[in-house]
């Protein structure tokens, strides 16, 4: 079936950098989509939505970007923190309000 | 904030044996999701309920069962466990007409 995935596995960045975390999706008539963040042991954390009505959305620190013509998406951390570490998943809304999960991406951050 | 409860958080069972999972939502959701995650996997979406109605069915497996009740709160019941069931079982709920979903922290199911 149609799915969400992502690019990358693992990213390293270095405490203070900027981190961009991407995600493909398939499904063209998906209209919303979202961020999540999970820590180890922990229920996936609400980061930050787009509808497909924009390009772009900005949030503290955060700051996801939609492609529609590539079907891509983009999580952008300014001034990446310790404490960003963690699991990144993106997720597109089906109709029915179904999430359908993209391959998560592990953002380590070095201090 | 009150978040999404999920009790138990943790969860030890025999193959063979059943489980009854509990969420309760977020104060005022009315809508409940049910999620399953794999070891080192995405979560994968089972079931959903509205009003107490099933809403949307996912990768639910058939000796798997779920319900809302008036109250909100969801339960699923998992019977005839097999190993492969050995997952985080993740709840979220959301307020009808709004897409975002809270997930709560999950239950560690072990099936020995």
């Known amino acids: 079936g149609e799915s969400v995935g992502l690019h990358l596995p693992t990213l390293s960045v270095q405490e203070g950098d900027n981190s961009i975390i991407n995600c493909a999706y398939s499904n063209s008539a998906s209209d919303y989509f979202i961020w999540y963040k999970q820590e180890s042991g922990k229920g996936p954390q609400f980061i930050i939505d787009i509808r497909s009505n924009m390009d772009k959305r900005q949030g503290q620190r955060v700051t996801v970007l939609l492609n529609k013509t590539v079907k891509h998406l983009s999580l952008q951390i300014a001034a990446t923190q310790p404490g960003d570490s963690a699991v990144y998943f993106c997720?597109?809304?089906?109709?029915?309000?179904?999430?359908?999960f993209g391959g998560g991406t592990r953002l380590m951050v070095k201090p | 904030a009150a978040g999404v409860i999920q009790s138990p958080r943790h969860l030890i069972k025999e193959k063979r044996e059943t489980a009854t999972l509990k969420c309760y939502p977020i104060p005022r959701h009315d809508t409940v999701y049910w999620y399953q995650q794999g070891p080192g996997q995405d979560p994968q979406f089972l079931i959903s309920f509205y009003e107490k109605m099933q809403s949307d069915k996912g990768s639910i497996p058939d000796r798997f069962s779920a319900q809302q009740f008036s109250d909100y709160h969801s339960e699923l019941n998992m019977s005839s466990l097999e190993l492969g069931d050995s997952a985080l079982y993740f709840c979220a709920s959301s307020l009808r007409g709004e897409d975002t979903q809270y997930f709560g922290p999950g239950t560690r199911l072990t099936v020995l």
């Open positions: 997720a597109e809304n089906n109709a029915g309000n179904m999430l359908t």
